[in-house]
Each structure stands twice: as structure tokens, then as C-alpha cells.
């Protein structure tokens, strides 16, 4: 960049200039050397839903010393370099050590645990990226020259915001960039050296987690509709290419399919969307994401190498969130603790009108009185769910409560207004704190339940009489595999 206010014969300084203003002038040109022509391209209007941005360092620093340097009217080009001292941010809380030396998951062959899935029909060619903004490209140092050697030994324990899981061995976990960081990037063994924050799509894997309500509230990526997105994978336009992670040119066309399927992780019932991205005509990717709904924790691989899988399907199979509080916007939301007995994670429930008999045992933990409890049980849509023209679908199959010596009918589904919520008057009981109360359910499934993965959602509800909403007190979702007999 050439400058434009020729400096002083003899490079001097003004001789009108205190020392204040000489080290201000020599700091601002120092700052505004490093601009190039790039970074003063008029940045695209954004279009549709703004979405987390990742922070352009490097061309927004300059920008702004610039802009100073106007305003003080001292602006006068120069190529002496003015050192600067950084802090940087404090660590979030983040807990590694080595694991011990039980065996640790393996893969499973479960289809959410593949990246070679079958794209569906729904692709979003003339889908607009949600913000036409630049994106940094990542480290420089990407070729197979750089990356860093596999090594042996036993995976890591990780501990991140709660969120427990192990990165295998080879794979490295990054601190987070600050305290207030949501999210933690464990390195691939086939990434850069250099990686950093930056490169974790493609080179890694990201787990965010969301632990107060506050927080889960301002998220904007990811978020459960983001799995529901058809260019839901991105928050920038970005192309993750493994070895060539770029921002899209004017001539690439993005085009994606998303196929979405549920599984276990941790105990629960997990969404997954797995997209199929192409950014040119040689070069395209696998994108995966996983939603643990109340416990608001996603796990992103965006470009990752297939032959990465396996190491990820294993930190997938070992998170444990069992001394972790999922986070809570309303008052008494866990007042009630559930349990189950006769239905656990994972259990097979056939489609052949075997009935499945479980009880729920409802406790009250809380200091509150309660003069009515309502128990509730609902099936939710799975993959196995009939297609229907029905504005909702409904499971295929019966579920009973037991009143007395009688089972009563009640609704296998949610509809499509609340009246399948409404109590019942002789389900109700009352439960005082420190008391508890079982109540016995019996689900069948029958031949037009297909396979997959089914959660069962128990809670207990303050009576719900079928205007506003319902008002939980206590909660727990099972997920069952609903198989072909």
C-alpha cells in the first residue's frame, strides 16, 4: 500500500508534534499498513436470519485504527511497525486426564453413527446461505505436510460445562477461546499442527453446551431448529473442504440434502441431521450435527474425513451427562423426580401387539405441597411414524394407564390441538413433599409402527384443564427401539 501523505524529508517527525501525538500517529500507521485492498470489499447485505458470526480478527483491527486515525485527523502512512502486547482471555473451566483404562465405546452401526447415509430427496439448491458474509479461512498450514502425528495411548477424560466425554487417543482438545465460551474443539489426528479454533471444521469435532437458560436462550447456532434446516450446517458461507476449507467464490453454487434420524446418546433420545454439501464439481462434504433437546448439547462435525468416524462415534458413545443439570426457564420445572421401571433406554418394543408393561414411580423433592399431580405419558414421532395427511401424525399402536383394577385408554400421541392432555379427573393424586406415587402404564405397538427409534416422554403436569400450556413439574424421555417382529 503506497502512502498517500509523503512522510518528512529524512523520514523525520513534525517538529510540531508532542511525543503523545508522535507515538498515537506511528501506532495508527502502523495499524492501518496492514489493510489491503481485500479488506475494504463492501461486505454483502445480509439476507434472512442473522446468525453467530465468528470474529474477522485480522481485518477488523486495522478497520477500526483506521477510522480512529480519520477522526483524529492524524492519518499519515508509514511502515515502521509498532509492537503490541495482548492478555489474552481467561480459560472456561475445562478438565482433561487421561481415561481409565476400561474399555472405551466402540462404533456402532447404528445409521446416526455413520457419515455414508442415504441422502434424502430434500435438497436446498436455491437456498441463499443465511449471512452473505465473509468467513476466515483457517490456518495456512493445511497441507498432509503439517498435520500431526497420530500418537498411541488411552483416550482423554474431558469435562467441559458439565458435559463429560472422552476425546480418543491422538485427538487433541483445545481450551476454549474464553470463560464465557460455549464450545470446546477436539483436533482430529489428521489436522494441521497449527490448527486452532478456526480449522475445527473440517479438522475436528465441536461439542457446545448450553448450561444455564439465559444462555440457551441467546444461542443462535446451533439450535434445535438448526437441525431442521435444510442449510442448517452453516452459519457463514463456508466451504469446510477438507484440505481446501475456502470461502465460497462467486462461481460456486452450494447445494446440499439433508437426511435426519434419531438415536441414543447418553441415555437419551438424540436428533441428528446429516447433509450431503457440495461447493463446486470436485469438491463436496459430510456435515453432521447432534441435539440433545433439554439438555441443550449439540456435536458438530462439518467436513470431517471419513476415516475420522470411527473416533467420533466413540466421544458420541461416551458422553455421560448424569451430574449435569439440564437447564431450566421455569420455576418448579424439577420439583417432581420420575422414574421408571419395565421400560429402559434402548429396550425393544415390537410392532407386533406385544404389550410392554412399565410403572412410573413420581417423587416429590421439593419443599411445595402439591394438592394435584397429573402423570403423563406420550409417544413421539420417530421414523417409524405413518405418513398421514393429517396436519399431526399419530404412532401406530395403544397406550393404557391402570386405574384401580381397570386400564384406561389414553392417547398414544400428541394431536394437533391439546385435548389428548387434557387430565382426567380419577388420574389425579395428590403428593406432598417427601411422598411419592406409582402409577402403572402398558404400551402396544402394532404393524403400522415401523422400526426406529421412539422417545417416550414421562412427566408429571399440573392438572391441565386444555387452555395455555402445559406446566411440567417433573420429566424424563425414554427412548425405546421399536423393532419388527
Known amino acids: 500500500m503506497t502512502d498517500k501523505n509523503p512522510r518528512l524529508p529524512g523520514g523525520g517527525a513534525d517538529p510540531g508534534e508532542s511525543p503523545m501525538e508522535q507515538l498515537l500517529r506511528e501506532a495508527m500507521n502502523a495499524r492501518a499498513a496492514q489493510i489491503t485492498a481485500h479488506d475494504l470489499r463492501p ?80 435438497a436446498t439448491a436455491d437456498d441463499e446461505p443465511d449471512v452473505p458474509a465473509g468467513r476466515p479461512g483457517g490456518s495456512p498450514a493445511a497441507s498432509s505436510s503439517t498435520t500431526a502425528p497420530a500418537t498411541s495411548g488411552t483416550a482423554t477424560q474431558v469435562t467441559f460445562r458439565g458435559v463429560k466425554f472422552k476425546a480418543p487417543a ?32 473440517p479438522y475436528g469435532v465441536t461439542v457446545y453446551s448450553y448450561d444455564t437458560a ?41 447445494t446440499s440434502t439433508a437426511v435426519r434420524t434419531r438415536d441414543i446418546v447418553a441415555g437419551r433420545p438424540v436428533y441428528k441431521t446429516q447433509w450431503q454439501v457440495s461447493c463446486n464439481a470436485t469438491e463436496s462434504f459430510t456435515a453432521q450435527l447432534w441435539g440433545l433437546d433439554k439438555d441443550e448439547v449439540f456435536v458438530a462435525a462439518i467436513g470431517l474425513k471419513p476415516e475420522y468416524q470411527a473416533g467420533l462415534v466413540s466421544m458420541l458413545d461416551s458422553i455421560d451427562l448424569s451430574g449435569r443439570q439440564a437447564p431450566s426457564a421455569r420455576a418448579h420445572e424439577n420439583d ?23 410403572s412410573v414411580t ?31 401424525a399419530f404412532n401406530s399402536g395403544k397406550l393404557e394407564r391402570q386405574d384401580g383394577d ?77 423393532v419388527a417382529k
Open 406 to 482: 381397570t386400564w384406561t385408554q389414553v392417547a398414544v400421541s400428541p394431536g394437533s390441538d391439546m385435548g389428548y392432555a387434557v387430565a382426567d379427573p380419577k388420574s389425579l393424586f395428590p403428593l406432598a413433599p417427601g411422598q411419592s406415587r406409582t402409577v402403572r402404564f402398558r404400551l402396544t405397538m402394532d404393524r403400522g409402527a415401523g422400526p426406529g427409534v421412539m422417545p417416550v416422554t414421562v412427566q408429571a403436569l399440573l392438572p391441565y384443564t386444555g387452555s395455555g400450556e402445559l406446566t411440567p413439574i417433573g420429566e424424563r424421555s425414554i427412548p425405546v427401539r421399536v
Open 170 to 201: 491422538g485427538w487433541r482438545v483445545l481450551p476454549p477461546r474464553s470463560e464465557a465460551s460455549t464450545e470446546v474443539c477436539v483436533l482430529s489426528p489428521g489436522a494441521p499442527a497449527s490448527a486452532s479454533y478456526n480449522d475445527c471444521e
Open 43 to 122: 461486505a454483502d447485505p445480509p439476507s434472512r436470519r442473522m446468525r453467530r458470526l465468528r470474529p474477522v480478527y485480522l481485518a477488523a483491527v486495522p478497520a477500526f485504527a483506521l477510522a480512529a486515525a480519520l477522526a483524529v485527523g492524524v492519518l499519515n502512512f508509514r511502515a515502521d511497525d509498532v509492537a503490541e502486547h495482548r492478555t489474552p482471555d481467561p480459560a472456561a473451566t475445562v478438565t482433561t486426564s487421561p481415561a481409565s483404562p476400561s474399555p472405551t465405546a466402540t462404533a456402532s452401526p447404528s445409521p446416526t453413527a455413520t457419515a455414508s447415509g442415504s441422502p434424502s430427496p430434500s
Open 336 to 358: 417432581i423426580s420420575v422414574s421408571v421401571e419395565g421400560l429402559g433406554t434402548g429396550q425393544q418394543v415390537p410392532n407386533n401387539g406385544t404389550p410392554v408393561t412399565f
Open 214 to 254: 439465559e444462555v440457551a436462550k441467546n444461542a443462535n447456532w446451533p439450535v434445535m431448529s438448526t437441525l431442521e434446516s435444510d442449510s442448517g450446517w452453516e452459519y457463514q458461507p463456508y466451504c469446510p473442504v477438507w484440505g481446501n476449507p475456502h470461502v465460497p467464490t462467486a462461481s460456486e453454487k452450494i
Open 362 to 392: 413420581y417423587r416429590n423433592t421439593s419443599q411445595t405441597d402439591y394438592a394435584k399431580v397429573q402423570p403423563f405419558v406420550i409417544t413421539e414421532q420417530y421414523a417409524g411414524t405413518p405418513a398421514s395427511d393429517a396436519p399431526v
